[in-house]
């Protein structure tokens, strides 16, 4: 779900500027069982944080859990006070610290990619037929 201020002329205009300075990030991971390649948060946020702030944008993500599920909330915040902000819900499959940290990660790594409008990893639309396209 997606929510926001009141007017986002303003962040809108800022986000719009900051997307045409920003690129993909780089692949800096493998996914052995997908055998794709991915970004880590590390490799996004280096690819929008300096645009995203260049032009008065802030990120803020939090975190929460409930029932073996995590969820990311990411709020853009302008400098004019105006935001926007979504939220990205997962299950957690190994249900201990190290299985909620990944999901976390997962989430904001989503997420942010999604909101910054980036691309994370590979299109993987045609591997092995996993995912089905409309009127198929």
Known sequence: MIYYSESIKDI????????????????????????????????????????????GIAVVQCLNSEED??????????????????????????????????ASTYARRYLLQAMAGIVGDEDDDAKGGRISRLGN
């Open 12 to 55: 809108a205009a800022a986000l719009a500027s900051a997307q045409a300075q920003m690129s993909n990030p780089k692949f800096d991971c493998n996914n052995p069982f997908y055998k794709s390649k991915y970004a880590s948060l590390t490799a996004i946020r280096d690819a929008v944080i300096p645009a995203l702030s260049k032009h």
């Open 69 to 102: 599920k995590v969820s990311c909330t990411t709020m853009l915040c302008h400098t004019s006070g105006e935001w926007i902000s979504g939220t990205f819900t997962i299950p957690v499959t190994k249900t201990d610290a190290q299985g909620y940290g990944a």
